[in-house]
């Protein structure tokens, strides 16, 4: 059975930094392509990053420049870097595993989600 077990959220001040982590079992992890969404109060579950079995990445346009997502195969985890972080980057972080080597597959497994909250 495959498991995606996030961790790492918490509350930041605007600008502050955090690294979120999701470490998964159950599945062939360095085939997989990976990912990172998050879903705000009262809007939609939009994509913030994913990372192809190869290490290829691709970012939201809002998080280009201030995100890293990153994968260690050996440890069979996920990580994104958060850096310079906005109140609007506030959500429940998901990780989510594809059934494929790219982000062009179909959904696999969800996370149950980690909170990040930026406030001052």
């Known amino acids: 059975q495959v498991q995606l077990v996030e961790s790492g959220g918490s509350l930041v001040q605007p600008g502050g930094s955090l690294r979120l982590s999701c470490a998964a079992s159950g599945i062939i992890f360095r085939i997989n392509a990976m990912g990172w969404y998050r879903q705000a109060p009262g809007k939609q579950r939009e994509l913030v990053a994913h990372?192809?079995?190869?290490?290829?990445?691709d970012y939201a346009d809002s998080v280009k420049g201030r995100f890293t997502i990153s994968r260690d195969n050996a440890k069979n985890t996920v990580y994104l870097q958060m850096t310079s972080l906005k109140p609007e980057d506030t959500a429940v972080y998901y990780c989510?595993?594809?059934?494929?080597?790219?982000?062009?597959?179909?959904?696999?497994?969800w996370g149950q989600g980690t909170q990040v909250t930026v406030s001052s």
């Open positions: 989510v595993s594809y059934a494929g080597s790219t982000w062009s597959a179909h959904f696999g497994s």
């Open positions: 990372i192809t079995s190869g290490g290829n990445t």
